[in-house]
């Protein structure tokens, strides 16, 4: 086709480039460059299902097909996380301390697992696939869980033994679904938007924040209609409603299928960074040149992938792109000689360590909304009238209330807000983003160790409202509005473009490890607390006999000297800087001039 040439970064039409045609490397469904008009941004609303809830959005086909089955993948998960507690503590009758490791480690499994899913949706099956797949897992794992609940030979009062077993395999086929369900779907969903295109752009930075809206409504569904039904009818109707819901969703999203940009898979995106490393590592006794320009890059217009600006961060990792002379010839090859672009999305990937480790302390405070924080409604006077009583895990819509007002507020008053202020494409940056929600949840666990303590003194702790937890919840979800969205942000955007996917089982990881330290720390506190068993801990049998507020208060000091350390690595975090057209899209800063640009695209 004529036109497809260029490739200008948010510009019309340069070098003979249309900008009819994206050419961010994706394809339609032909494998042909994507007509942009017919493919991906925002066009139609279609589901009316789902537009109850977006209504204001105007969300085209694209995305509203991907939000479709990240809503029923939402509704089915917070519908199993949310009463896992009840269940495990009732049903199963575990002790809460062992019921609250069992629903960590499943959280982190669940949460862990996108790490797998990323890597194979990135480098091999490609994410339409991945999402189609795993999609079918999760579907298995909701119907097995149907079977468990339904069949009279497997119900606990039967076989108690085996209905566990089913139980757990069922859950964690779950998990098993969402480790490639999840990343591959919001990655695919962020692919619709072109990077090179200034107006989709600034579209994609408000679709991580509706996407967490969609999913807030499948979180709100889950933990209470879901739920009720888990109380009322029971867990294997509630199974059956969740398996249907998916399987429609399913079939909601192959309907799209024509309308998709993809992302061909290039193998292991994690070959390049080896390489990178073996490289420099065979050259580090070469001097590095005076001028960065004389390093090693690929001419723009021999390669559809986006170009990265050097930085001066990790200077050691630039000697892979030396280009070593031996006899007068130029030594290369895969091995030894990498690009400007391959070491710097190295030191992105390497750059974000200390970013994942700092924001581990809020994925141990996020692991409390859905074990303590349920229990304690459980406890509580949960009665609404005279002929209605709360579901305990239904006390979890406080939070997804909060984290959709968050949202809501961020994306239509204080970002449009602060871009006016500031003249950039963001409001606040990402990682200030974060921070920001950080901040929200150690206020939390500080009102929750408030909260906790009065409950405690009073005359009788089952008679005090569940609404005193009202503002711990919102004070969370109004913290996951900021730091949740932030983090996927963050991973999917600072990552190199063939690991987004795995960048988004990054942002999950942080979840996932959390609430593995979680497990780890209530191990550790009971441990030290009890002295060894020989006297009564902050954790006992009940929550009446534990002290729950001195562990909030513990969580609450943590994530203080925590939020220190994070402050500090953010604030030396370089962000990506993107090589166009004489420009860099900067995410901190927006739209600056490169003064390297132009030299490095005419080596």
């Not at 809503?71 to 519908?79: I, V």
């Not at 938007?193 to 994609?204: I, L, M, N, T």
């Not at 320009?293 to 992938?305: F, T």
């Not at 999950?508 to 006297?535: E, K, M, P, Y």
Request: net charge neutral.
């Amino acid at each position: 086709m004529e036109g497809l040439r260029g490739g200008g970064h948010g510009e019309a039409a340069v070098d003979g480039g249309d900008e009819r045609w994206v050419e961010d490397s994706s394809v339609d469904y032909q494998g042909r460059p994507p007509l942009r008009a017919a493919t991906g941004s925002w066009k139609a609303a279609i589901d009316v299902f789902v537009v109850v809830f977006l209504l204001d959005l105007g969300v085209n086909l694209i995305d509203w097909l991907n939000e479709v089955i990240e809503f029923s993948e939402r509704l089915s998960y917070f519908g199993l996380a949310t009463s896992l507690m009840i269940y495990l503590t009732k049903v199963l009758q575990e002790e809460m301390k062992f019921a609250a490791k069992n629903v960590n480690y499943w959280t982190s499994v669940t949460t862990l697992m996108p790490l797998v899913g990323g890597f194979l949706a990135d480098g091999y099956l490609g994410r339409f696939s991945t999402v189609l797949f795993s999609t079918l897992i999760y579907l298995s794992g909701l119907i097995l869980l149907a079977i468990s609940q339904l069949s009279p030979r497997l119900k606990p009062e039967r076989n108690l033994h085996l209905h566990e077993t089913l139980f757990f395999v069922a859950i964690y086929l779950v998990s098993v679904g969402t480790g490639g369900h999840k990343p591959a779907l919001e990655s695919f969903g962020a692919d619709q938007f072109d990077d090179g295109h200034a107006a989709e752009r600034v579209q994609k930075m408000s679709y991580f924040n509706w996407w967490n809206c969609a999913l807030c409504a499948g979180v709100l569904l889950g933990v209470t209609v879901i739920v009720y039904l888990q109380e009322k009818v029971g867990w294997g109707a509630a199974a059956v409603v969740l398996a249907t819901v998916m399987a429609a969703s399913l079939a909601v999203f192959l309907a799209g299928w024509r309308h998709y940009r993809y992302r061909v898979p290039e193998g292991s995106p994690l070959t390049p960074l080896v390489r990178v490393l073996v490289a420099a590592a065979r050259k580090r006794h070469l001097h590095l040149p005076a001028d960065a320009n004389e390093l090693y890059e690929v001419k723009p217009q021999n390669i559809k992938r986006r170009l990265l600006c050097h930085t001066d961060q990790l200077r050691f990792l630039d000697k892979a792109a030396v280009v070593e002379h031996d006899g007068g010839e130029e030594r290369r090859g895969a091995w030894r000689l990498a690009t400007v672009t391959q070491v710097e999305e190295t030191k992105l990937v390497l750059a974000m360590v200390p970013i994942w480790v700092a924001t581990l302390p809020f994925g141990i405070t996020a692991a409390q909304v859905s074990t303590f924080f349920i229990k304690q409604g459980s406890v509580m006077d949960r009665r609404m009238g005279p002929h209605f009583t709360l579901p305990p895990a239904s006390t979890f819509a406080m939070a997804a209330i909060g984290m959709i007002v968050a949202v809501a507020v961020y994306d239509k008053v204080l970002e449009p807000y602060l871009r006016r202020l500031t003249g950039g494409e963001r409001g606040l940056s990402i990682l200030k983003r974060i921070g920001v929600g950080i901040a929200f949840t150690i206020v939390a666990m500080a009102v929750a160790a408030t909260v906790e303590r009065r409950r405690l003194r009073s005359a009788s702790p089952a008679s005090m409202s569940v609404f005193w937890l009202v503002p711990q919840f919102l004070l969370m979800g109004i913290g996951d509005g900021f730091a949740l969205v932030g983090l996927q942000e963050y991973f999917y955007d600072q990552v190199p473009d063939s690991m987004r996917s795995l960048g988004i089982g990054l942002y999950l990881s942080v979840i996932g490890a959390g609430s593995f330290l979680s497990s780890q720390l209530i191990t550790a506190v009971d441990r030290v607390t009890s002295h060894g068993g020989a006297a009564a801990g902050w954790f006992g049998k009940d929550l009446n006999s534990s002290r729950l507020d001195l562990f909030y208060w513990l969580l609450a000091c943590i994530g203080v000297a925590n939020l220190v350390f994070y402050i500090v690595v953010a604030t030396r975090y370089s962000y990506k800087t993107v090589m166009a057209g004489g420009k860099v899209v900067d995410d901190k800063a927006g739209d600056i001039e490169c003064a390297a640009a132009a030299a490095a695209a005419a080596y």
